[in-house]
């Protein structure tokens, strides 16, 4: 456990904390990722921004690092967001491609937008728990499934990870991120991002778990992906392609184990993260050299590999045996520990989850055999016989990793006593005894397994290895997620473009429109619904003949400015109306203020001077509809302030801040005058801030008049 008090007075501490949970991942990402980086160091070999490329990963596996093993969930929404932003320049590295470019942010899009749903609920969180602290929670998981916000804090969790690790209707974006780099596809989508999900809801189990709620939402959303995934996954040709929907459904598994939520369930998906990690990893690894060394990931055009990348075959054969759970693998013990899981749920609910999990299994094994085998089984076609030599960094990542998931499958106690039952014990919050073990003697568990293994294998060799016809699923393709997400964010763009045109079309005049109407409309709402209406006449002073004078001096002076078809005839009309002002000023015992807006005034008519003396000849645009629009919003406006100002004089006078000033001025900046110590001492930042503002738009206003456009040349 680390601790170190970052923002102590919001709760935000960087609390690490490294249990069984945050070990098997750590192992997962140091360790696939130390292999995927001396993958990609040949993989990438040749290409001109290969240092960025590593850059990118380093920044990536840090933030999964740090996701894992934090404590304080708002320092693990940091790293959560951190991992979305490094994944979208991971996914989107091959940038010039207008297809890398869309699927990287197709990706930030649905995960950033769970992400902000996460900080709700962890904000949420945080409130009802009275910590934001992972392992305090925990103490406060009754108070928190006993609260009537409950439902809302689960909604905002599921979709924080269910937009992470793809589950449906979330599902799309993982296929369209196989644009990235083999590398990335290999890390990002078997040991890192889309287990994200799979941790927090393993993390949040002890927390909020064990609630029919939190169960039964995870174990349909998971089952209907799993399956859904599964299926989609034997109607593919390429090989990522198949690799992605099958992820999609081992994530949809490990979702739904965990919404079993049994001591056998926890125990099964502690064990299937790292089994599903270990042989996806490999077939990932696995496909990224046959696209390398033949140019196509098109199953249909792939076979007898073997002959010429023997290495490869070795690494993908291990890792098919794994993921169909072939005895002596670890794949095997994780099936089973799945379908103990499913069977040992009440009544008739087992076998309907037992046959879910069925068939979801035999998919994943035909999809795992589609990519590990059939490629490197047949005869060799021609344009392939040439093929170089593999590089000993790009297949021995996946024989590794093959014979990994081989000794863990005949040792698999190894792993018992060290690591999985520390992960189970954190997920399940309490002490469990298990014991994992190759052979459990004869029973049902292993009779579902023999058959699992039997149909799939009886399907694939029947189809010898060739997916299913993808146009079946035609009729499907207008009901998808991923079709209606694009079909909204098409209406989107649409309504964006309307908007733009409407609202910011570069016209001023429009901006200043646009932005009194809506105060107009926002404060005269609530002036007349929610103020008593009312003038104290005995606050009023009397009206003098002199002010009468300049009040009529100043109408004329704005009816001249309005209606003039001269421009330095308005521009003398708008000087008048401001020394008229400063008259009034003078009137009202403000002579400082008076004498600003005659300096300010007197500045402001030179420059209209300057500025429009160099403008083409005035026309006059006369168009009685806009004059009348115009008018109506400068007099409703008006008469806004109007009202606003008389209600003034109902309201106590708070004089609290004025005496501040009056008493302070002189004592702590040594200036009698009130107003220009505000100005210089107590509010100098924004003094300063306005001075450079105006000195960047004195910049551009005498870059445009020293700009000389070149005329068009005649023809």
């Known amino acids: 456990m680390f601790h170190y008090s970052w923002v102590p007075s919001m709760g935000i501490n960087l609390d690490f904390r490294l249990d069984g949970l945050a070990l098997l991942f750590g192992c997962m990402i140091t360790g696939i990722g130390s292999l995927v980086f001396f993958y990609a160091a040949a993989y990438m070999k040749h290409h001109p921004f290969i240092d960025r490329f590593f850059v990118f990963l380093s920044v990536f596996m840090a933030s999964m690092l740090g996701l894992v093993l934090?404590?304080?969930?708002?320092?693990?929404?940091?790293?959560?967001?951190?991992?979305?932003?490094?994944?979208?320049?991971?996914?989107?590295?091959?940038?010039?491609?207008?297809g890398s470019r869309k699927s990287a942010i197709m990706s930030l899009s649905v995960t950033g937008g769970g992400g902000f749903f996460l900080l709700a609920g962890f904000i949420l969180l945080g409130n009802l728990s009275?910590?934001?602290?992972?392992?305090?929670?925990?103490?406060?998981?009754?108070?928190?499934?006993?609260?009537?916000?409950?439902g809302l804090l689960l909604v905002f969790l599921f979709l924080g990870a269910f937009t992470k690790s793809a589950q449906f209707p979330f599902h799309f974006w993982l296929p369209n991120a196989m644009k990235a780099p083999t590398p990335v596809s290999a890390y990002l989508h078997s040991a890192t991002m889309v287990k994200a999900g799979i941790y927090l809801l393993a993390r949040f189990t002890p927390v909020l778990g064990t609630h029919s709620y939190w169960n039964n939402s995870l174990m349909i959303t998971g089952a209907f992906t799993m399956l859904y995934a599964a299926i989609h996954?034997?109607?593919?040709?390429?090989?990522?392609?198949?690799?992605?929907?099958?992820?999609?459904?081992?994530?949809?598994?490990?979702?739904?184990?965990?919404?079993?939520?049994?001591?056998?369930?926890?125990?099964?998906?502690?064990?299937?993260?790292?089994?599903?990690?270990?042989?996806?990893?490999?077939?990932?690894?696995?496909?990224?050299?046959?696209?390398?060394?033949?140019?196509?990931?098109?199953?249909?055009?792939?076979?007898?590999?073997?002959?010429?990348?023997?290495?490869v075959a070795i690494g993908g054969l291990l890792a098919a045996l794994s993921s169909a759970g072939m005895p002596l693998t670890f794949g095997f013990i994780g099936k089973d520990l799945i379908y103990e899981?499913?069977?040992?749920?009440?009544?008739?609910?087992?076998?309907?989850?037992?046959?879910?999990?069925?068939v979801s299994n035999v998919c994943l094994l035909i999809a795992g055999l589609m990519v590990g085998i059939k490629p490197f089984f047949g005869a060799l076609p021609q344009k392939f016989s040439r093929v170089k030599k593999v590089s000993g960094f790009l297949?021995?990542?996946?024989?590794?990793?093959?014979?990994?998931?081989?000794i863990f499958g005949v040792f698999p106690m190894f792993l018992d006593r060290n690591l999985i039952t520390a992960v189970a014990q954190?997920?399940?919050?309490?002490?469990?005894?298990?014991?994992?073990?190759?052979?459990?003697?004869?029973?049902?568990?292993?009779?579902?397994?023999?058959?699992?293994?039997?149909?799939?294998?009886?399907?694939?060799?029947?189809?010898?290895?060739?997916?299913?016809?993808?146009?079946?699923?035609?009729?499907?393709?207008?009901?998808?997620?991923?079709?209606?997400?694009?079909?909204?964010?098409?209406?989107?763009?649409?309504?964006?473009?309307?908007?733009?045109r409407l609202l910011h079309n570069g016209y001023l005049r429009y901006y200043l429109i646009t932005i009194i109407v809506f105060l107009i409309g926002l404060v005269g709402y609530r002036l007349f619904t929610e103020v008593p209406l009312s003038v104290n006449y005995a606050q009023l002073s009397e009206t003098r003949f002199y002010e009468v004078v300049f009040f009529i001096i100043i109408v004329s002076a704005i009816l001249i400015t309005v209606f003039t078809s001269s421009r330095l005839t308005a521009i003398a009309g708008m000087g008048i109306i401001g020394y008229c002002m400063c008259l009034i000023f003078v009137f009202y015992g403000a002579p400082d203020l008076a004498m600003t807006q005659f300096t300010i005034d007197t500045l402001t008519v030179v420059l209209f001077v300057l500025v429009l003396f160099r403008l083409p000849q005035f026309k006059k645009y006369v168009n009685l509809k806009v004059q009348f629009r115009d008018g109506l919003i400068a007099l409703s406006f008006g008469?806004?302030?109007?009202?606003?100002?008389?209600?003034?004089?109902?309201?106590?006078?708070?004089?609290?801040?004025?005496?501040?000033?009056?008493?302070?001025?002189?004592?702590?900046?040594?200036?009698?005058?009130?107003?220009?110590?505000?100005?210089?001492?107590?509010?100098?930042?924004?003094?300063?801030?306005?001075i450079i503002v105006l000195s960047i738009a004195a910049l551009g206003v005498y870059s445009l008049l020293k700009l000389k456009v070149k005329a068009p040349e005649k023809e």
């Open 70 to 98: 934090a404590d304080n969930v708002l320092l693990l929404f940091v790293f959560w967001e951190l991992t979305s932003i490094s994944s979208f320049f991971l996914i989107g590295f091959n940038n010039e491609e207008e």
């Open 130 to 150: 009275g910590s934001y602290s992972i392992r305090e929670m925990i103490f406060s998981s009754e108070v928190l499934k006993d609260s009537s916000l409950y």
């Open 233 to 311: 996954a034997l109607f593919r040709k390429d090989l990522k392609a198949i690799l992605a929907y099958s992820t999609i459904a081992s994530l949809g598994m490990m979702v739904f184990l965990l919404g079993i939520g049994s001591e056998k369930a926890l125990l099964a998906v502690s064990v299937f993260i790292l089994v599903h990690a270990l042989y996806k990893a490999g077939l990932f690894l696995t496909a990224g050299v046959i696209d390398y060394k033949t140019g196509t990931r098109d199953l249909h055009k792939l076979s007898g590999l073997r002959k010429v990348m023997k290495p």
């Open 341 to 358: 899981a499913t069977l040992g749920a009440p009544g008739n609910l087992a076998w309907i989850l037992t046959g879910i999990a069925f």
């Open 395 to 406: 297949w021995m990542p996946g024989i590794i990793l093959g014979v990994s998931a081989i």
């Open 426 to 500: 954190s997920i399940n919050g309490t002490v469990i005894d298990i014991s994992l073990k190759l052979w459990h003697g004869f029973s049902l568990v292993i009779l579902l397994s023999i058959l699992t293994l039997s149909v799939g294998f009886i399907f694939y060799f029947l189809r010898k290895g060739k997916p299913f016809n993808q146009e079946k699923l035609a009729g499907f393709e207008s009901v998808s997620p991923e079709y209606l997400t694009e079909l909204i964010i098409s209406k989107t763009d649409k309504f964006a473009f309307r908007y733009t």
């Open 639 to 690: 008469a806004i302030i109007s009202i606003i100002a008389l209600q003034a004089f109902n309201e106590p006078a708070d004089k609290v801040v004025s005496h501040f000033y009056g008493d302070n001025a002189y004592v702590l900046a040594k200036g009698r005058n009130v107003v220009n110590v505000i100005l210089v001492d107590f509010r100098g930042f924004d003094t300063m801030v306005e």
